[in-house]
């Protein structure tokens, strides 16, 4: 029986949690990057097969980097009570929103860190990896949180929403600086979409309500490309008041980059697009398939694409910004709803910087299978800083450092383990 694509190749998990200490590194690591690196990722335990890489067991890989030193790696399952207790998310008395995967990203909010998945409630971690415990932030969540909030630079909120396949379908939610739960306000949409992250400017949240739907009759994960139901960009006031919906080409996005709005008054928004042919190929690799027929479907997936809508007119214009595949689009975190630059991006073995003014890219091979390529600032400059990914040879895996002006090579830390491909990561300075 041949193994499915998620528990093979780079997909596949790793078996154990160790510790590692004094890691080689090749080059010299800045003294500024004193902190974490976490990257989280789904890691099934020994022997289990979860059906689809989506929903495997998440499991945090840690680096702890101070002084131009390496000082530990570890890797530790996130100890949810699907994991420990082998919870359902559905059962007897309803959803359990804490029995969840915790596998996709990692965010630090009013000094707590959580791990993240868009099914159920945020786990918090400590530093070292170990697993405190779901939070509901006091009882006020009560819908699951998604893996991609955005923390507004000006004030310090969290910005973030739930959706589900029971109404209320979509819900917003704030956390005041201190983290304090301070609004909840439902989105009405039509029925229930995976949408895996939305986008925020100065004075609006964007919503994507795309056509991948949900099935109840669907084994593994239950969402399917359905194209019947249309596609279409939410516009809500951050301050309260009606959504306005633009009708737009029939498409999915994982991943938005930034969004801004223009001197003119329109709301520009950059993601990573997938037509309904790449996403529908991109679905089935992910969810095991390992039909050689099918793997042409790798030469396609997402791209780089422009939505500009204009709430005075109500129109939307759509344009390609490059053909390349890519994903996993970065920025400067402080630059959120603001016109920035520069976008950060992966490929399979690359890393493509674009800048968003001039329409130029500038690519870096890596050498390996490229994770998500995570900004740290050394400057007010919206460029001088480092790019932080790790970068996986065979059974090997380095974090990889780069100059983000220029994608040039700083250093690298050799890990002493493959870490296996997963989602997103963050750096946690001290």
């Given at each position: 029986?041949?193994?499915?694509?998620?528990?093979?190749?780079?997909?596949?998990?790793?078996?154990?949690?160790?510790?590692?200490?004094?890691?080689?590194?090749?080059?010299?690591?800045?003294?500024?990057?004193?902190?974490?690196?976490?990257?989280?990722?789904?890691?099934?335990?020994?022997?289990?097969?979860?059906?689809?890489?989506?929903?495997?067991?998440?499991?945090?890989?840690?680096?702890?980097?101070?002084?131009?030193?390496?000082?530990?790696?570890?890797?530790?399952?996130?100890?949810?009570?699907?994991?420990?207790?082998?919870?359902?998310?559905?059962?007897?008395?309803?959803?359990?929103?804490?029995?969840?995967?915790?596998?996709?990203?990692?965010?630090?909010?009013?000094?707590?860190?959580?791990?993240?998945?868009?099914?159920?409630?945020?786990?918090?971690?400590?530093?070292?990896?170990?697993?405190?415990?779901?939070?509901?932030?006091?009882?006020?969540?009560?819908?699951?949180?998604?893996?991609?909030?955005?923390?507004?630079?000006?004030?310090?909120?969290?910005?973030?929403?739930?959706?589900?396949?029971?109404?209320?379908?979509?819900?917003?939610?704030?956390?005041?600086?201190?983290?304090?739960?301070?609004?909840?306000?439902e989105i009405e949409v039509p029925a229930s979409t995976m949408m895996h992250d939305f986008a925020v400017t100065e004075h609006h949240l964007l919503w994507l309500d795309l056509p991948v739907v949900f099935d109840l009759g669907r084994e593994g994960m239950p969402y399917d490309w359905e194209e019947s139901y249309g596609a279409r960009i939410g516009?809500?006031?951050?301050?309260?008041?009606?959504?306005?919906?633009?009708?737009?080409?029939?498409?999915?996005?994982?991943?938005?980059?930034?969004?801004?709005?223009?001197?003119?008054?329109?709301?520009?928004?950059?993601?990573?697009?997938?037509?309904?042919?790449?996403?529908?190929?991109?679905?089935?690799?992910?969810?095991?398939?390992?039909?050689?027929?099918?793997?042409?479907?790798?030469?396609?997936?997402?791209?780089?694409?422009?939505?500009?809508?204009?709430?005075?007119?109500?129109?939307?214009?759509?344009?390609?910004?490059?053909?390349?595949?890519?994903?996993?689009?970065?920025?400067?975190?402080?630059?959120?709803?603001?016109?920035?630059?520069?976008?950060?991006?992966?490929?399979?073995?690359?890393?493509?910087?674009?800048?968003?003014?001039?329409?130029?890219?500038?690519?870096?091979?890596?050498?390996?299978?490229?994770?998500?390529?995570?900004?740290?600032?050394?400057?007010?400059?919206?460029?001088?800083?480092?790019?932080?990914?790790?970068?996986?040879?065979?059974?090997?895996?380095?974090?990889?450092?780069?100059?983000?002006?220029?994608?040039?090579?700083?250093?690298?830390?050799?890990?002493?383990?493959?870490?296996?491909?997963?989602?997103?990561?963050?750096?946690?300075?001290?």
């Open positions: 029986m041949m193994m499915p694509s998620y528990l093979s190749g780079n997909l596949a998990p790793v078996p154990d949690e160790i510790d590692a200490h004094d890691l080689p590194v090749d080059g010299e690591l800045p003294g500024e990057l004193t902190g974490r690196y976490f990257r989280n990722g789904p890691n099934p335990k020994p022997g289990d097969d979860p059906g689809h890489w989506f929903v495997g067991d998440g499991m945090l890989h840690g680096i702890r980097l101070r002084d131009g030193r390496a000082e530990w790696y570890r890797n530790r399952w996130v100890r949810t009570r699907k994991f420990t207790d082998g919870a359902h998310f559905i059962g007897d008395h309803g959803v359990d929103l804490s029995a969840v995967t915790a596998n996709t990203s990692v965010i630090r909010h009013s000094e707590r860190i959580f791990a993240l998945v868009e099914n159920g409630l945020p786990y918090e971690m400590t530093p070292e990896l170990a697993t405190v415990g779901p939070c509901d932030f006091g009882g006020r969540l009560t819908t699951a949180m998604t893996a991609h909030p955005k923390q507004d630079p000006v004030t310090g909120e969290l910005h973030f929403f739930g959706y589900g396949f029971m109404p209320p379908f979509l819900t917003y939610h704030r956390l005041s600086k201190a983290g304090e739960l301070v609004e909840s306000r516009v809500t006031p951050r301050a309260g008041g009606p959504t306005r919906w633009f009708e737009v080409d029939p498409c999915y996005v994982f991943h938005v980059g930034n969004a801004w709005e223009d001197d003119q008054g329109r709301i520009v928004l950059n993601a990573a697009r997938y037509s309904g042919e790449s996403f529908a190929g991109a679905w089935r690799r992910i969810g095991g398939s390992n039909d050689p027929a099918r793997q042409a479907a790798r030469q396609g997936g997402a791209t780089l694409h422009r939505w500009t809508l204009d709430p005075r007119t109500g129109t939307v214009s759509e344009e390609p910004l490059d053909d390349r595949t890519i994903e996993f689009p970065t920025f400067r975190d402080d630059l959120l709803g603001t016109a920035s630059r520069y976008l950060y991006t992966v490929g399979k073995d690359t890393i493509v910087k674009y800048d968003q003014r001039t329409g130029e890219a500038a690519t870096r091979q890596t050498g390996g299978d490229t994770g998500e390529a995570v900004f740290v600032p050394a400057s007010d400059s919206e460029d001088d800083g480092w790019l932080l990914s790790i970068v996986t040879t065979g059974d090997t895996s380095e974090l990889l450092v780069l100059h983000a002006a220029d994608l040039s090579r700083v250093a690298s830390v050799r890990l002493p383990r493959r870490v296996p491909a997963g989602f997103h990561g963050t750096w946690l300075e001290d």
